[in-house]
């Protein structure tokens, strides 16, 4: 059964720095998705990575995708107080197959100004 | 290009009481995926459907709940006789077949008393 395991899962930290959350799973996949949760809101898409090695950056977020270790790494550079939110990952087994998406349990993200 | 329409956006029911849960996908999607959310957690697989198809539906308790997928219509997500215990945020997201990403609506927050 697929797992999706994220670390870590409350995070506090002060605006300017930077950190790295990680989202590990169980068994082959090649679609790994990163979404973001505003208190009370839906899940806004943030990543889709597709293939081993795949890097994204959308402003101070940059997610990568190792597939040989079944690992993806959301991380955040300089942060600023609006980029608190819950941040999940989500995997399923690939394109060719109808498969459910599995989500980690989240990141809760709290950035002090 | 609405997004995913869920409604209602926040339905009270009483003990006993059934609760019916629509969700319309993007236009063009023709699949859809049902998640619960309990307060403070992650998202929780209940089923997954495809047009007058249930794909996997592993995540669903064995009792009271049901989905469908009718080839006209929204997606409805159906708790019979709901418990305090069912209280919780259930999400719909939809995607298109060999498209890679799935949109959140923005839930239905039910509450039983």
């Known amino acids: 059964e697929l797992k999706v395991e994220q670390n870590p899962l409350f995070l506090s930290m002060q605006e300017g720095k930077n950190y790295t959350i990680y989202c590990n799973y169980s068994?082959?996949?090649?679609?790994l998705y990163w979404y973001r949760q505003d208190p009370g809101k839906s899940l806004e898409s943030l990543f889709v990575l597709l293939s081993n090695g795949a890097v994204k950056q959308e402003g101070r977020l940059m997610a990568s995708l190792d597939t040989k270790a079944r690992l993806s790494t959301l991380h955040i550079t300089a942060a600023v107080h609006d980029l608190s939110a819950t941040y999940f990952c989500a995997v399923d087994r690939g394109m060719n197959r109808d498969d459910k998406i599995i989500f980690g349990k989240g990141t809760r993200l709290h950035i002090l100004p | 290009n609405a997004g995913v329409m869920q409604n209602p956006r926040h339905l009270v029911r009483r003990r006993g009481q059934e609760a019916r849960l629509r969700c319309s996908p993007m236009k063009g999607h023709s699949h859809v995926y049902w998640y619960r959310q309990l307060p403070e957690e992650g998202l929780k697989f209940m089923v997954y459907?495809?047009?007058?198809?249930?794909?996997?539906e592993s995540g669903m308790p064995k009792e009271r709940f049901s989905a469908e997928f009718p080839k006209e219509g929204p997606s409805i997500l159906r708790i019979q006789q709901v418990v305090r215990g069912d209280s919780a945020a259930y999400f719909c997201a939809s995607s298109q077949q060999g498209y890679t990403e799935a949109f959140f609506g923005q839930g239905t927050r039910l509450t039983v008393v």
């Open positions: 068994t082959t996949s090649d679609r």
């Open positions: 459907l495809q047009k007058e198809n249930i794909i996997d």
